[in-house]
């Protein structure tokens, strides 16, 4: 390979951020969801003593970034306890809800067990969209969790997944989580993986939705009073080059989801002819430093063309292994969303019929319309092929 | 954005983040909602004593005592303006 210097493998350094997806449960149905679409055939949750096993030894490895996901976490009722080891432990501890169970006893039991921030959900502005999107009636419970959040002196905050059904409500968003107090609004464009990738011709916003968004959210910064660091994250469909999604597989993330299966990002299980190990049976050093999941998209010789040459893949690392999957089939090229990808016309052509659906012409051929899925079991096992 | 310093001072670390000592990491970091800033040996040791308690030229005083030198005084203002000015720090 003339002009590529390539490293077989690079000594990693620590996993600095750990995800703990605790329940695969959720009182939500969410159509943007990133979970596996196959997450009710997936075996037993890991027990508390496995998760105070998970936090001790990524801890020791360097981990200190903590967040406590899901699903729902707040469904586990030992949440409490692998918060207090995780503080006695030094992390700092993030937990990402929808807010669904979070009340007055729980939240204080939270701050004294060390408690450091809370994320909660909101999926629009409004009752009505909110309790569409997660089919679900918890836009006033939200609320009230929002009220919690500040009455507890947590920093707080406020993450709304955008797509074209709620995208143009940008502004309302933003005074929303004004209102309530949040230090923090992560406006996140979806990503197309799980739950949002059986979606993406709904949730596919167009070109002009996402550059009204940004300029929206740009006039709020300009104007605004109250201290609350916005975050946009732009829909990677709209950009010519990829993320540097996770920092590079294996290089900073750990994921450990419900059923023990340590992933080097939360939807890597999809990537096909790997083997992850299972914290039940692995230590998190062997987890992280010796497994085939960890090692195997460090470094860039696993690298295809155009990524094994390109003078920038010490910087994207090539983008997304599992959108280069999605989209071309082959975890390891290039992530489509690059415009020196072979496969990018399918990324533009994805966008394309957005904007075809928002002009009300007729759907591109072979595009038949399909009902939204919501995220249940039961589309799950569907989805799976486990019911007829 | 930090007129007011003066060498009596008293930075705080703004409530919103932590600072401790990473052993994998060999630094000190601040730790804030889904962010942490890796800090420089001179940035650590000032900010971890930026504890509310002491003045600027006690800090400045303590620093050059640890680190047995003298003539800190321009550098850790400049530290401490800075990280007044990423909120890292306020005055008490």
């Not at chain 1, 030992?78 to 993030?94: F, K, Q």
């Not at chain 1, 489509?336 to 904007?355: G, I, T, W």
Request: net charge negative; charged share 25%.
């Amino acid at each position: 390979m003339a002009g590529a210097r390539l490293s077989a493998r690079v000594k990693p350094g620590p996993p600095l951020w750990l995800l703990c997806e605790l329940t695969y449960r959720c009182p939500l149905h969410c159509v943007f969801c990133y979970n596996p679409t196959d997450f009710a055939m997936q075996s037993s949750e890991l027990a508390t003593e496995d998760w105070l096993k998970v936090l001790r030894e990524a801890r020791a490895l360097g981990a200190v970034q903590l967040g406590l996901s899901g699903g729902e976490p707040l469904v586990r009722d030992d949440l409490e306890v692998l918060v207090a080891e995780a503080h006695r432990l030094g992390y700092y501890i993030n937990l990402i809800t929808s807010g669904v169970g979070l009340n007055e006893t729980r939240i204080r039991a939270l701050k004294e067990a060390g408690l450091d921030h809370i994320q909660l959900s909101f999926q629009d502005s409004t009752k009505q969209m909110n309790d569409f999107l997660s089919s679900t009636r918890t836009f006033e419970l939200k609320s009230r969790v929002a009220a919690l959040i500040k009455q507890f002196d947590f920093p707080m905050v406020l993450n709304v997944v955008l797509h074209r059904l709620n995208i143009d409500h940008v502004e309302a968003i933003l005074e929303m989580a004004d209102r309530m107090g949040a230090e923090y609004v992560e406006l996140a464009n979806t990503q197309f993986y799980g739950w949002a990738w059986q979606n993406r011709e709904h949730l596919m916003p167009t070109r002009s939705q996402v550059e009204r968004a940004e300029a929206v959210t740009q006039r709020y910064r300009d104007r605004q009073t109250r201290p609350m660091r916005i975050f946009f994250v732009v829909p990677d469909y709209f950009e010519r080059r990829p993320k540097a999604c996770m920092n590079g597989l294996g290089s900073i993330f750990l994921t450990v989801t419900a059923d023990g299966t340590a992933l080097p990002c939360h939807a890597a299980r999809m990537l096909p002819g790997l083997s992850f190990p299972n914290v039940r049976t692995a230590s998190m050093s062997e987890v992280w430093y010796e497994s085939e999941g960890f090692n195997h998209y460090r470094g860039d010789a696993w690298m295809k063309e155009p990524c094994r040459s390109c003078p920038e893949r010490g910087r994207d690392f090539g983008g997304c292994r599992c959108q280069a999957y999605l989209l071309t089939g082959d975890a390891a090229n290039a992530d489509p969303v690059c415009d020196l990808s072979p496969y990018h016309d399918r990324v533009l052509a994805a966008v394309a019929r957005a904007e075809a659906r928002a002009e009300a012409r007729p759907e591109a051929p072979g595009t038949e319309e399909r009902p939204l899925v919501f995220r249940t079991p039961e589309a799950s096992r569907a989805l799976s092929g486990a019911e007829r | 954005m930090s007129e007011g310093l003066t060498s009596e001072s008293r930075p705080a670390i703004e409530r919103r983040f932590r600072l401790q000592f990473e052993p994998a990491q060999g630094a000190h970091v601040l730790l804030y909602p889904e962010g942490m800033i890796q800090l420089n040996q001179s940035a650590g040791e000032i900010l971890k004593r930026c504890t509310g308690t002491a003045t600027l030229a006690e800090i400045t005083t303590e620093l050059e005592r640890a680190f047995a030198t003298a003539g800190l005084t321009t550098q850790v203002r400049e530290f401490v303006e800075y990280a007044l000015q990423k909120q890292w720090l306020v005055l008490a």
